[in-house]
């Protein structure tokens, strides 16, 4: 060993040739192990996927390394240094971002600097770390000492050498990324980063999703094309025309709208039982009196509890990387407030924590509430759940109902949150999971058996106070409750395969409407999302909303949900995005993507126009007017 570091004394090259060597490795090995950390990429490791992925990440490598090459000369081996060290930064970041939002870091997501990334520094890195993350640091050391001895002794190059190194390394890189890149489905990159990221590394997908970010704030500016309005047009009036029907039309007309989100509440709780005790007594109770849809996914990206919200208020989807509470909150909108607001209803918005998280105080002017009670309009007597200074979902409770008017119809939209991640505030609560104690799906049934038990709470209370039969309540959930890291311990409980289509399958949340005075339950299984829910509502309160993209779940036909990274369900196919595999929605075999084709494209349209309507802002003034059915 010494006698090594003796020869490379004496001959800076060779050293140098070997620091060289050893950044491009170490940086490649780190990239590959970010895919796997976060189950992105899975064996065989040598896959065809995978092996695009190492090639295109190590020609990425070799890119940077030019420039280093180029840019640097006395400093070269210092700068190879610092650029390893913010790339080992950038990717560390990346995994733990990735394991809870299972997404990448993006510079949308900057602009939510202080809830979603702080959120993520805050609750999930300490739940989501795991001791093999070392892989990202083992280098530095030797790097560092590489730096020692090597910083001084190496000489400054002619800027001819330095120029032909550089343009090795870039010649190296191009070729071999070029090779590579025709052999992923390019198109597919504008719906999922994780599609690019998983089939040309993660540092293309940073660099794909920075250039559609430029170019997407420079178009922003530019006219909306003939071509494009008239295919909004169209789509909103082939919804407004695709009703099958009036079934329960007008039952809740002029009543209270109440609405609960809940956060974290996914279909998989519903009606379970661990050792004879119900996770959600209460909402099963309300469910036998309801209509319940069982069949509801959530289509939640970037910003998450906000994206359900808008996602439900606006039957709009929420943009692909960001929030669009934060991304857009200056748009103008058609909403489920704005509309209720015209027809001489108070509008209200309920959520016992910071009222600029998730840009909530701006977003909702942008939306049409009128009224938004805060963490600093409740008295914060009781804590539970997350970030430890949230109000608890029974003291939220307890305290909204009496900052409603209820002698004026009113809109009321509740936004629990004490079932948040990573649920470790629930691990002592005395219902008991079993063997899953101390997990942290156990953890997740423990905090959501407490949500239930507010509902019960909530329920009891809209009863004594007569506004349980005249309401439209409605609740669902907010988003995915066990991130993907988690998945095997929640297949196992499910007694389900570990298979791509099958975790679709089980991002679900439960959905529950019960009109005014109703008197008999039903379960509907047809096949939607949250984006459904707005035009099912108008429809129940016997008004028009024309500018929904989602369907009226009881009167229709059609049975699909588009998930915002592309994917597809419908009764017949489960379409993963990200690997482009299309599976029989019944018996899960795998089928060929041909004749599905023309149809996955047509879904996909839906979030094209979608994007288009909410990056220009094609609301605003009279450009689009879709004129009633
Ligand atoms: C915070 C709450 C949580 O106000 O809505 O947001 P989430 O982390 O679930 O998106
Ligand atoms: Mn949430």
């Keep these: 060993m010494l006698k090594s570091i003796e020869t490379i004394k004496k001959n800076p090259h060779y050293g140098e040739t070997l620091y060289w060597v050893l950044f491009i490795f170490a940086v490649l090995m780190k990239c590959i192990y970010f895919q796997f950390a976060t189950q992105l990429n899975s064996r065989p490791y040598l896959s065809f996927t995978n092996l695009m992925m190492m090639l295109s990440s190590f020609a990425i490598i070799l890119i940077i390394s030019a420039l280093v090459a180029l840019v640097f000369n006395r400093k070269r081996i210092l700068a190879l240094f610092i650029v390893n060290f913010l790339l080992t930064v950038l990717l560390i970041a990346d995994t733990n971002f990735f394991r809870y939002y299972y997404d990448l870091i993006s510079i949308p997501v900057f602009n939510n600097l202080d809830s979603r990334i702080m959120n993520t520094v805050n609750q999930s890195v300490p739940s989501l770390l795991n001791l093999k993350d070392i892989v990202f640091i083992a280098d530095l050391p030797?790097?560092?000492a590489g730096l020692i001895i090597l910083n001084k002794r190496v000489e400054k190059i002619k800027f001819r050498k330095r120029a032909l190194r550089s343009?090795?390394?870039l010649t190296i890189g191009l070729v071999t990324f070029l090779t590579v890149y025709p052999k992923a489905e390019v198109t597919t990159f504008a719906y999922s980063n994780n599609y690019s990221t998983q089939n040309l590394?993660?540092?293309?997908?940073?660099?794909?999703?920075t250039k559609s970010f430029i170019r997407e704030n420079i178009f922003r500016c530019g006219d909306l094309e003939e071509d494009k309005k008239n295919m909004i047009k169209d789509m909103f009036k082939d919804k407004n025309k695709s009703r099958t029907g009036d079934r329960y039309f007008g039952v809740?007309?002029?009543k209270n709208l109440i609405i609960v989100q809940m956060e974290s509440i996914q279909s998989f709780v519903i009606g379970e039982s661990i050792n004879g005790e119900e996770i959600t007594p209460n909402l099963n109770r309300l469910i036998d009196d309801s209509l319940y849809f069982d069949n509801i996914y959530y289509q939640t990206a970037g910003g998450n509890t906000s994206d359900a919200e808008f996602l439900f208020n606006t039957s709009l989807y929420p943009v692909e990387e960001g929030a669009v509470y934060y991304r857009f909150y200056e748009n103008t909108y058609h909403s489920l407030p704005l509309t209720l607001k015209d027809k001489g209803y108070d509008t209200y918005s309920l959520h016992g924590f910071d009222k600029d998280f998730w840009n909530r105080n701006e977003m909702?002017?942008?939306i049409g509430f009128d009224n938004f009670f805060s963490a600093k309009d409740y008295e914060m007597d009781e804590f539970a759940g997350w970030q430890g200074d949230a109000l608890s979902d029974l003291s939220f409770f307890r305290q909204s109902i009496d900052k409603i008017d209820t002698s004026n119809p009113f809109y009321g939209f509740f936004v629990t949150l004490s079932c948040h991640h990573p649920y470790d505030y629930f691990e002592d609560f005395e219902y008991d999971v079993g063997e899953l104690e101390g997990t942290y799906l156990g953890n997740y049934i423990k905090a959501a058996n407490y949500?239930?038990?507010?509902?019960?709470?909530?329920?009891?209370?809209l009863k004594k106070r007569d506004l349980y039969n005249d309401s439209l309540l409605?609740?669902?959930?907010?988003?995915?409750?066990?991130?993907?890291v988690h998945a095997d311990k929640l297949f196992e409980f499910l007694e389900i395969e570990d298979r791509e289509d099958n975790w679709a399958k089980i991002q679900k949340v439960p959905l529950v409407m019960r009109y005014p005075d109703q008197e008999t339950s039903e379960i509907l299984s047809g096949i939607g999302g949250q984006i459904d829910i707005l035009p099912t509502i108008s429809n129940m309160m016997g008004f028009d909303f024309p500018y929904a993209l989602g369907k009226d779940l009881l009167n229709t036909d059609e049975q699909y949900a588009i998930f915002r990274n592309g994917s597809i369900i419908t009764n017949d196919y489960v379409y993963i995005n990200c690997s482009r595999n299309v599976y029989d929605y019944k018996d899960g075999n795998l089928l060929d993507i041909e004749p599905y084709e023309e149809e996955i494209s047509s879904y996909l349209k839906e979030l094209e126009v979608s994007d288009i309507i909410i990056t220009k802002d094609v609301f605003k003034g009279t450009d689009l007017v879709i004129d009633k059915k």
């Design 364 to 366: 909702y002017e942008a």
């Design 252 to 254: 809740a007309e002029d």
């Design 167 to 169: 343009l090795t390394l």
């Design 142 to 144: 030797i790097m560092f």
């Design 451 to 461: 949500a239930d038990e507010c509902i019960g709470y909530f329920i009891e209370e």
């Design 201 to 209: 590394g993660v540092f293309y997908s940073h660099f794909y999703s």
């Design 474 to 484: 409605v609740l669902y959930g907010d988003h995915k409750a066990i991130p993907k």
